[in-house]
């Protein structure tokens, strides 16, 4: 075991190395990045795995949406057969015209995955760009968009692409043990890269105690800068919807009830957790890997299973948007969803506010 970790340890210390590397010959021009003068705001992780960056970026959409801005989201469209080839998802009418995507193009995850389906849904005014080369597809498409704000969707380590305000999204369930580069810990780079970021939402704080938020709270103060924001939020189930976006319970009315829950997430025990908060009883949990690509007999059997049984099925958002592209069925629904700010909201909107002036 001793063995094994100290090979963990060096492994980390190469990898740390080299993304290191990596952002200092970015910082110093040795490899290229690029710029435009239209706003850019990136939300990352600092760690892999899911951090509830997907609910974050729908709050700004929502935000942007109330103050009437187009909007550019850029991301990879992980999972999606775009991914690596480049391509558009577009919500705006007027666009659509111009690029001759039909809507079958348009919302198919298979083609773009299912967070930009969701993230596009979300979208008043504007588009969701996926391709692994965004810097490409900015290029492409900024003059047909003409977005007033861009957002770059798990952007802490794309650097090839320069920000006017880096937000880190930092899981507060994630041990203090696992604070090391990966393969030694979790991280995707050296906590010390919290330097640049403007900043540092911490997440699912309704997941610890307030002693133990306070202390992860000062201990990632001393890697910020002085003048980066510290926001701290949590997830609220809104209500339990059908595949038609019908709503069939509030939040409240789950209580007593017995629950399959499935998820294809990263980190499904925040999602199972807000379920028993409130009231469910989870008679099974189908834990999926993150990005499931579900098909018609898989579901068409895990239905089968809840026929005439008091058992409701409850998925998240983000499955859903496979599920319903496969099978429309009641007896499944999805949980909206949504992010409530302890503190920091109004800093972080005067600070958005203050970019796009």
Known sequence: MKIKLTILKYLSY??????????????????????????????????????GKTPFVIWLTEYFNSL???????????????????GAIVVDNKVDKKINFSTKEKYNPSL????PILLANKINKGCVLVGADRVNNLKKFFDTIDPDIILLDDGFQHLKLQRDLDIVLIDASMPLSLYHPFPY?????????LKNADVVVINKT????????????????????????????????????????????LA???????VVAMAGLAAPDSFFNSLTELGASIVDKIVLPDHFQYNKKYLDETLLKLLNSDRILVTTEKDMVKIREIV???????????????RGEEQLKSLIKKIMN
Not at 112 to 115: A, L, M, S, V
Not at 185 to 193: A, F, H
Not at 212 to 234: C, G
Request: hydrophobic residues 35%; aromatic residues 12%.
């Open 206 to 249: 309704e997941q610890i105690d307030s002693k133990t938020l306070s202390s992860l709270n000062d201990k990632l103060k001393t890697f910020t800068k002085s003048d980066a924001i510290f926001a701290h939020i949590k997830y609220k189930i809104t209500g339990f919807y059908n595949s038609f976006n019908h709503r069939i319970y």
């Open 252 to 258: 409240n009315e789950l209580e007593g009830k017995k």
């Open 328 to 342: 429309v069925n009641d007896s499944l629904l999805f949980a909206a969803i949504k992010i409530e700010f302890v």
């Open 185 to 193: 810990g979790k991280l995707r780079e050296n906590i010390n890269v």
């Open 112 to 115: 773009f995955g299912d967070e």
């Open 14 to 51: 190469i990898w740390d190395y080299i993304h290191r590397m990596r952002r200092i010959a970015y910082n110093n021009g040795f490899l290229k990045s690029s710029r435009v003068l239209t706003p850019i705001i990136s939300v990352g992780n600092l760690s892999f795995g899911g951090t």
């Open 68 to 86: 009437d801005k187009k909007i550019m989201i850029l991301t990879r469209g992980y999972k999606g057969s775009l991914e690596k080839k480049g």
